[in-house]
């Protein structure tokens, strides 16, 4: 695996649309960047570069005009800020803007590389991080457990989203981490409704039951062209989602790993969701 290169800089969410996966952040160098490959140079270009936060998916707090239950999904966002010391936020009427923080408070990231967006691809430090800026690390040289990445995983406010690109010392803390807050029932796996939901129309994935985020993305898009949930399944085994599992590496579907009854309402993921690793494409 490529090692990590440490950026010190600052976070960004003051007239953004963050949630608790995603935020931006400004290199104290920018010179740092360089060493990336990058497909657009306008994105190399920006100041604040749009984050995508390794290991983890936070439940949406807005994607195409839809939202999980807002509770959980502000919830992780509110402790990723507040773990990288971001205090007194104020959001939009809609809320889906931050229109008033502390803003751009230090810290570090640790990056590998670049995802198909352009989106460094992160583990996140606050300041009090014993890093050096421009440092290049492994990943047993880092302190994996002190992320906010882990932390988050590790309080239940979010689930595990592996891809083959990632780190395998750090999916193997995260997986510990979701196991242990499972367990415990902490947050959001309390009321996981991934392995049996029973959808009756978007207002149960947006206000009633949390699911797992890829899945909740899924049935919204489906939600908006369609008008049949019998349809459904068919759509799923359409997507070309190359997923492997864990010590399994043969391509498969997200709808392979599920179970549908004859009206397409009542669906099931079969394995756990820290078994799964998505294409870094997909």
């Keep these: 695996m490529a090692p990590f290169t440490i950026i010190k800089g600052k976070f960004h969410v003051k007239g953004y649309k963050p949630d608790g996966d995603s935020i931006r952040f400004e290199a104290d160098n920018p010179a740092h960047w360089d060493a990336f490959q990058w497909n657009s140079?306008?994105?190399?270009?920006?100041?604040?570069?749009q984050l995508r936060i390794e290991a983890i998916d936070a439940l949406e707090t807005h994607y195409e005009g839809y939202h999980q239950p807002r509770p959980f999904a502000l919830a992780a966002l509110e402790r990723l800020l507040k773990l990288l010391g971001i205090?007194?936020?104020h959001y939009s009427l809609n809320v889906t803007t931050i229109v008033?923080?502390?803003?751009?408070q230090p810290g570090f990231i640790a990056t590998d590389g670049l995802d198909q967006y352009d989106r460094p691809i992160s583990l996140l430090f606050p300041a009090s991080a014993k890093l050096t800026d421009g440092s290049l690390l492994t990943s047993d040289q880092l302190s994996l457990?002190?992320?906010v990445n882990y932390l988050l995983a590790r309080e239940g406010l979010v689930y595990p989203t592996f891809y083959t690109s990632t780190d395998k010392a750090f999916v193997e803390k995260i997986r510990k981490a979701v196991r242990l807050a499972r367990e415990d029932a902490r947050g959001i796996w309390a009321i996981d409704r991934t392995p049996d939901l029973i959808l009756?129309?978007?207002r149960t994935i947006q206000e009633d039951v949390t699911i797992l985020p890829k899945l909740f993305r899924r049935l919204v898009e489906f939600c908006d062209a369609y008008a049949d949930l019998a349809e459904l399944p068919a759509y799923m085994a359409r997507q070309?989602?190359?997923?492997e599992l864990l010590n399994?590496?043969?391509r498969r579907s997200l709808a392979s790993l599920m179970t549908f009854d004859v009206t397409g309402r009542r669906m099931s993921l079969i394995v756990p969701?820290?078994?799964?690793?998505?294409?870094?494409k997909g």
């Design 41 to 49: 140079p306008s994105k190399k270009k920006a100041a604040k570069k």
């Design 87 to 89: 205090k007194d936020i």
């Design 100 to 104: 008033k923080a502390d803003d751009a």
């Design 145 to 147: 457990e002190k992320s």
């Design 200 to 202: 009756w129309d978007t």
């Design 240 to 243: 070309k989602d190359n997923l």
């Design 248 to 250: 399994d590496p043969t």
């Design 273 to 280: 969701v820290e078994d799964i690793f998505f294409s870094p």
